[in-house]
């Protein structure tokens, strides 16, 4: 169980983000606030709704989950039109923030919500692939499959197949976890590779595996809880695809293990602890601990794996959740963002991931860790 005071730490820190945020202006988007562009449809607000639903269900809290539907409410109009997406962007990133459409929905029985989450299913059937058959990460990586591409359109992609088209594509979102674990998968750590490009023709990737070069800790907290997720949402009766992505699940916790630290926590390039320019990272870390908290729960991890997701998520609270001098809660140790190609050398290196920006109360780390944080109170049910 967690101890009183760090419950009420963290549901201060909770209750400070929502006081400061709003659809238009959320305190924990740091990317729309260091370009100074107004807010749009994403997935990292997409992510941190998804948190907040989460303590919605945990607490009964309707000032949550009316937070959570005016901020959904602020891009998808009476019509079901999602405002300031685009289909055709074809960025597999936008897919994610619609799997809270299905919870609204249900609560809601407004069909507009259907028909938003129609509007972002319509984005796959046009979505570029891989000849093996993955969706590009996005139009301008063309050919490229990054794992946090897995997270966000298959946890999705399978919920809208069971529900809604009578489980036709199921088996294309368990194909394109199958060629990941085949593609990007490294055979002696078992760790995966952060992206892979099947043309082999972007600077970072390899000539031979047409992979990155390093191990980066959120693409993998993404894949973590991609397949969690997408394992949540299966229907029953594909049991050996479900089989296969908890056995995915296990063995990718089994190889991340030797890698944590005695801090419980793990490092923003994993197997690295020892470089110089290392650090403990708090958005990976977290994306790992909720994995292996909901895996658990579930049933899809053995209880023994229980103090390896607790061990993660006490050390990001021990670590990085402090007070400033203004006696505001923050979270930090987050890595503002981390790609491979575009615009900067973004070439996969070791330079490169500790060459990104640091900071804190940013949603990429917060929203995870919040989900964590409900798993770590489900245990207590």
């Known amino acids: 169980m967690m101890d009183n005071k760090t419950n009420e730490k963290i549901r201060a820190y909770f209750e400070y983000l929502l006081d400061n945020s709003t659809a238009a202006a959320p305190m924990w988007n740091k990317e729309r606030i260091l370009y100074g562009v107004p807010n749009k449809w994403n997935y990292i607000d997409g992510c941190m709704i998804t948190a907040v639903l989460a303590l919605y269900e945990m607490t009964g809290?309707?000032?949550?989950?009316?937070?959570?539907?005016?901020?959904?409410?602020?891009?998808?109009?009476?019509?079901?039109?999602?405002?300031?997406?685009?289909?055709?962007?074809?960025?597999?990133?936008?897919?994610?923030?619609?799997?809270?459409?299905?919870?609204?929905?249900?609560?809601?029985?407004?069909?507009?919500?259907?028909?938003?989450?129609?509007?972002?299913?319509s984005q796959l059937d046009t979505m570029p692939r891989t000849k093996e058959g993955n969706f590009w990460h996005k139009n301008i990586y063309p050919w490229q499959v990054w794992l946090d591409?897995?997270?966000?359109?298959?946890?999705?992609?399978?919920?809208?197949?069971?529900?809604?088209?009578?489980?036709?594509?199921?088996?294309?979102?368990?194909?394109?976890?199958?060629n990941v674990v085949r593609l990007m998968k490294d055979p002696k750590t078992g760790l995966y590779y952060h992206g892979y490009d099947e043309s082999r023709e972007m600077y970072w990737a390899d000539k031979e595996t047409g992979c990155?070069?390093?191990?980066?800790?959120?693409?993998?907290?993404?894949f973590c809880m991609a397949l969690v997720d997408t394992a949540s949402v299966i229907d029953e009766s594909l049991y050996y695809?479900?089989?296969?992505?908890?056995?995915?699940?296990?063995?990718?916790?089994?190889?991340?293990?030797?890698?944590?630290?005695?801090?419980?926590?793990?490092?923003?390039?994993v197997d690295r602890a020892d470089a110089e320019g290392n650090y403990l990272e708090t958005s990976g870390t977290a994306l790992i601990a909720c994995a292996i908290l909901k895996g658990v729960r579930l049933g899809y991890l053995p209880k023994k794996y229980e103090k390896i997701g607790l061990d993660a998520f006490n050390g990001i609270v021990d670590k990085y959740l402090t007070i400033d001098d203004d006696g505001n809660l923050n979270l930090?140790?987050?890595?503002?963002?981390?790609?491979?190609?575009?615009?900067?050398?973004?070439?996969?290196?070791?330079?490169?991931?500790?060459?990104?920006?640091?900071?804190?109360?940013?949603?990429?780390?917060?929203?995870?860790?919040?989900?964590?944080?409900?798993?770590v109170l489900r245990r207590g049910q």
């Open 61 to 121: 809290e309707e000032r949550y989950f009316q937070f959570a539907k005016d901020f959904v409410d602020f891009f998808v109009k009476e019509d079901g039109h999602i405002e300031t997406y685009n289909v055709k962007e074809h960025n597999i990133d936008n897919v994610n923030a619609a799997r809270n459409l299905f919870y609204i929905y249900d609560k809601t029985g407004d069909e507009k919500y259907k028909t938003a989450i129609t509007q972002v299913r």
């Open 212 to 222: 990155s070069p390093n191990f980066w800790v959120r693409a993998l907290g993404w």
């Open 332 to 375: 930090g140790g987050i890595c503002l963002v981390a790609g491979l190609g575009g615009p900067t050398k973004r070439d996969g290196s070791l330079e490169y991931y500790f060459s990104e920006p640091v900071v804190s109360n940013e949603a990429k780390g917060v929203a995870p860790f919040l989900l964590a944080y409900t798993e």
């Open 149 to 178: 591409g897995l997270y966000m359109a298959q946890p999705f992609y399978m919920q809208y197949e069971t529900r809604f088209n009578h489980m036709e594509n199921c088996l294309d979102s368990i194909h394109q976890f199958e």
């Open 241 to 269: 695809e479900f089989r296969f992505l908890t056995k995915t699940l296990e063995e990718l916790v089994d190889a991340l293990q030797p890698y944590q630290d005695k801090s419980g926590m793990f490092w923003q390039v």
